[in-house]
């Protein structure tokens, strides 16, 4: 969408809020906070001159970290509800939003095949999202332990920490999902209460099988946790053929006690807006808390009984619902192609890559992120040598003064490295290597010239 079609929303957003606002009784308007058209146009000047300072965020050719605009939609309907600034905490600071947030809500819980009775809410982040749902298993297992991968997000331990919760960190395969033969051989004196899934790692995309945690985790009974905050919507074309994804997994997320996803990833949303979704609505008893001077106008439920956060922004709703509304949550319409194009995308850089046999991939991508080893596939090289070619590479891509581009960097440790790169020469307790993060749909016709670029300066380096 150009800048003209953008400002166009925009303008029609906020103009229907004026109509509405000017509906009330005039009043003076305020003198305290006036600021003059001089200094304000100054300090957004300033502004945009600060703003300079950040990598191509936008462009197809950045690959690096999980950072991709908002779509206008959302963009447009985030500022439009921002100008009322509603508070989605009760139905007294935001009644309209509130009743938006419910209802994307649902629309989400039914695509992971929850039904009607599954409790959930947006939250201010995936980490709070997935605190959410690990307090919650804590409540519901005291004292017993959460296990979760290796490659699991860091977020898990760190809220662990901060709940008080003893933890158990499991071993991938050479894929990087969890190692099954790990979760299987665990016992009564492991005392797991809950077992965190990752349905998409940070990492390299890797995804648990799913399938076969809540199998197992029904005959153990521990719940499951998964923690779909970056891989979540592409349940959305699980079931399409040229997406080659496992169906089989993405269907079990209905098994899972708790879901956590991202709208602000691959969702299409500003930051930060998460969700975090629970299958039995009996978990909200939980939260129940009152307050004296904030639930008053309805008996109905207000989000904030059902959230550890108070104050959420009422416009991160409202930006959702309006997306959903006009990029549904269908795999032929809507959002369903642009995650295609990134998944197509993923595999479009792989394949060119093994034709080039200059880059050896590290794991196999199972949905948009690629990572790569700067060496000829099954070379003999030590770890070292590829981590000091990494950082090379990762500095001459963006020096380029023809065409830079931005790719990112993953540290490896040696237990996984060792089974995902068994050519290198493991001098070193872990290795750095290239990761590109392909989740702009725009990236699907970069990939020849990327994968390119990588090649080429992974030989001079």
Request: proline content about 6%.
């Amino acid at each position: 969408m150009d800048d003209a079609r953008f400002r166009g929303l925009l303008a029609r957003g906020l103009d229907g809020i004026a109509a509405w606002e000017h509906g009330w009784r005039p009043f003076e308007t305020a003198t305290v906070s006036d600021v003059d058209a001089a200094t304000a146009e100054a300090a957004i000047d300033a502004l945009v001159e600060r703003l300079r300072d950040n990598y191509p965020f936008f462009h197809p050719d950045y690959a690096g970290q999980m950072l991709k605009p908002p779509h206008p939609v959302a963009l447009a309907a985030y500022l439009t509800a921002a100008r009322i600034n509603p508070n989605n905490h009760a139905l007294d600071g935001g009644p309209a939003t509130a009743a938006l947030e419910r209802e994307c809500v649902a629309q989400i819980a039914r695509l992971f095949g929850y039904d009607e009775d599954a409790l959930g809410h947006l939250t201010s982040s995936g980490t709070i999202a997935n605190l959410e749902a690990l307090w919650v298993a804590s409540r519901l297992h005291p004292g017993k332990r959460i296990a979760f991968s290796s490659e699991a997000h860091y977020t898990h331990a760190r809220m662990c920490e901060v709940l008080g919760i003893e933890t158990l960190v499991l071993p991938v395969d050479a894929r990087g999902r969890l190692d099954m033969s790990a979760l299987r051989a665990l016992d009564v004196s492991a005392n797991v209460g809950t077992v965190v899934a990752t349905p998409g790692t940070t990492a390299a995309g890797a995804v648990d099988p799913l399938d076969e945690i809540t199998v197992l985790a029904r005959e153990r009974g521990w719940r499951v946790h998964a923690d779909a905050a970056y891989g979540g919507f592409y349940a959305l074309i699980a079931d399409l053929p040229e997406a080659r994804l496992r169906p089989q997994t993405w269907a079990a997320l209905k098994h899972c006690d708790s879901i956590v996803v991202d709208p602000h990833k691959h969702g299409l949303q500003p930051y930060g807006c998460g969700c975090v979704l629970f299958a039995d609505s009996s978990a909200g008893a939980l939260y129940k808390h009152d307050s004296p001077y904030t639930y008053f106008t309805s008996a109905e439920l207000h989000l904030g009984e059902i959230s550890l956060e108070c104050s959420r922004a009422g416009a991160a709703a409202a930006a959702l619902w309006t997306t959903l509304r006009a990029l549904p949550l269908r795999p032929r319409e809507g959002l369903g192609p642009i995650l295609l194009a990134c998944r197509r995308a993923a595999l479009a850089a792989i394949e060119r890559a093994r034709r080039g046999k200059a880059l050896m991939p590290v794991v196999e991508p199972e949905l948009d992120i690629m990572t790569f080893a700067p060496c000829r596939p099954g070379e003999r090289v030590a770890a070292s040598s590829i981590s000091a070619r990494t950082e090379a590479l990762f500095v001459e891509l963006m020096r380029d003064s023809q065409r830079p581009f931005y790719v990112a960097k993953w540290r490896i440790g040696g237990a996984f490295g060792r089974a995902a790169l068994p050519s290198l020469d493991w001098d070193a307790p872990d290795c750095s290597v290239v990761r590109c993060v392909l989740m702009k749909p725009e990236h699907e016709m970069i990939v020849d010239d990327l994968v390119g670029a990588l090649e080429h300066w992974s030989a001079l380096v």
